[in-house]
């Protein structure tokens, strides 16, 4: 993987049964590490700045059936099995709504409940 | 959308149809204009320093059915109709290796009769 100067790539998680994009984050090679030792998706979170295991509070973990790499190996795709929903909205998805505002996304859980 | 201290943002292209994730390239605010006036996906090349009409060259171009954005606005999501391979290697995705080197993708095309 080349890891370019920030030292992250951007990583694609997607749903393994149904395919919807679910997010976009970022992984550090420690991330990548603990995701393929663990089996749960690990990211870099830019704004703790630290190494983010996806679900360690919320119980909405992934749990990663492949990891692709990019022509470039500079991006990668992680297949996963999403327990409730992957976005902090309360949303199945982080891509719930178009460019012009109109939302799209299925809302499957209450973020009040659960943060 | 927020497109940082970069002045880009990440870009993830899906097949509309089987869902594929195809490939992530960058988008700055140009790019995303031109996307959106012309209906085929626009990126901006970090290697070339341009904005880049995907397929412009290789006749393999993106028509965008919808754009999402995430819950941070600072990624995207290009739903499209590729036509061809979104890969310059030939395969219908970029993303057609797991992070093992297993190939997983499908090639569609040969590239030394396309470019």
Known sequence: MDFG???LVPAVAQD??????????YVSP???ERTRETGEAHYYSRSRDELWHKGASSGHTQTVEEVRVDCDA???LYVV???GGACHTGHRSCFHR????EHVGE?????DEVY
């Open 30 to 32: 420690e991330a990548l």
């Open 16 to 25: 393994a049964e149904t395919g919807e994009v679910l997010m976009l984050a």
């Open 107 to 111: 809302r499957v859980f209450d973020p």
């Open 98 to 101: 178009t460019v012009d505002g």
């Open 81 to 83: 099995e999403q327990a």
């Open 5 to 7: 100067e920030s030292g």
């Open 74 to 76: 500079d991006a990668l």
